[in-house]
RNA sequence: AUCGGUUUACUGUAG
């Protein structure tokens, strides 16, 4: 019932099962953090641990830290953390994985990388959790760096994951020779033809500068979905070429694809930048046309747009019957 | 029977 979308159902369920064992409290706590109740899962935790009856196994922990992750419970997760070692699970490869991913979603860095160094048998999942937290805050080289350790102690990846980790590291970091080894490791393993991978691929090119390549992948792919054509389309806005970011965009339409919020992000910053105020203006039009809710963000991008231009007042106006609080 | 890593966007300060 909970994999299917009925927690409701399931919740029932597990209300009249007259016994409980350890699968019946797990999967419970696994439904509230498969559907986003992160504190759900935790306070059923504490109802198991008032039942007594039934003690914690690593799946269980694995669910709790997600739990914590989830709702940005640090301190709850490093309690759980004291009672993982406690119960001398910490050498366990997914409940490694899980403390990397809440401490560097939690901002610790530290922490994720001290429970990375303890673990005695890394897979490629904890490696991989490790690049990704270096990769989002923005250690692009540190996360290569991380990859280039993984390489020498001869783990390779076994699947896109590892490679939608580092390619934004190398976008972050504008480290094109990097990004283009791996495109090749990518050929190799035949991974090209991932609709991810090739989005970031794009995303990588365009970010290192190199818009021929970025386009050279983008005509290759197989399939494209509306992300695809946004990183593209940010390439061109970035590189302050509002003609192809708009030629872009009307292909895009002629192709039947639905442009959405991003699109238009990306359409105003690139009419912004190029002093394309009255084109701006019409996108922004034809987004509300489309029945798409201008965010606080669009709001922004069309400030930025008057602003720049100098048109001050109609900016301030604008951001005036803006229908949120700014930000 | 229950379990871990996942891609695209904007502004503002200094340089």
């Known amino acids: ?76 997760g ?69 990859y280039a350790s993984m390489q020498s102690e001869g783990m390779t990846p076994a699947d896109p994951v590892t490679f939608l980790c580092l390619l934004p590291a190398c976008a972050n970091t504008g480290a094109l020779q990097q990004g283009k080894q791996l495109h090749g490791q990518i050929q190799e393993m035949g991974l ?18 190199s818009m021929g390549d970025a386009r050279k992948v983008f005509d290759r792919l197989l399939t494209r979905d509306v992300v695809t054509w946004n990183a593209l389309l940010t390439g061109y806005a970035e590189h302050n070429d509002a003609q192809m970011a708009v030629q872009c965009f009307d292909n895009m339409l002629q192709q039947g694809v639905e442009p959405d919020e991003t699109t238009f992000i990306c359409l105003l910053v690139a009419c912004s930048h190029a002093g394309l105020v009255h084109e701006g203006q019409q996108y922004f039009k034809m987004m509300l046309e489309d029945g798409i809710l201008p965010t606080v963000q669009h709001y922004n991008c069309m400030a930025d747009l008057l602003g720049r231009s100098g048109r001050l007042k109609e900016a301030e106006a604008m951001l005036q019957a803006m229908p949120f609080h700014h930000n």
């Open 1 to 76: 019932y909970a994999k299917c979308g009925s927690l409701d159902e399931a919740s029932s369920v597990f209300k009249r099962q007259p016994t409980k064992n350890l699968v019946t409290w797990n999967s419970m706590i696994a439904g509230y953090v498969q559907h986003g109740l992160g504190q759900a899962a935790l306070d059923l935790y504490e109802n198991m641990l008032q039942d007594g009856l039934t003690t914690a196994d690593q799946v269980t922990f694995a669910f709790l830290l997600q739990a914590c992750t989830s709702i940005g419970a640090l301190h709850q």
């Open 78 to 146: 490093e309690l759980l953390h004291a009672n993982i070692c406690e119960s001398g699970l910490e050498s366990d490869g997914l409940i490694g994985s899980c403390l990397i991913k809440l401490y560097s979603k939690c901002g610790s860095l530290k922490d994720a990388r001290g429970v990375f160094d303890k673990l005695p048998m890394k897979d490629v999942v904890t490696w991989t959790a490790m690049i990704s937290g270096y990769a989002e805050h923005g250690l692009g080289q540190e996360a290569l760096a991380l």
């Open 192 to 209: 090209e033809a991932d609709v991810m991978v090739g989005n970031s691929l794009v995303d990588m090119y365009a970010k290192c500068g």
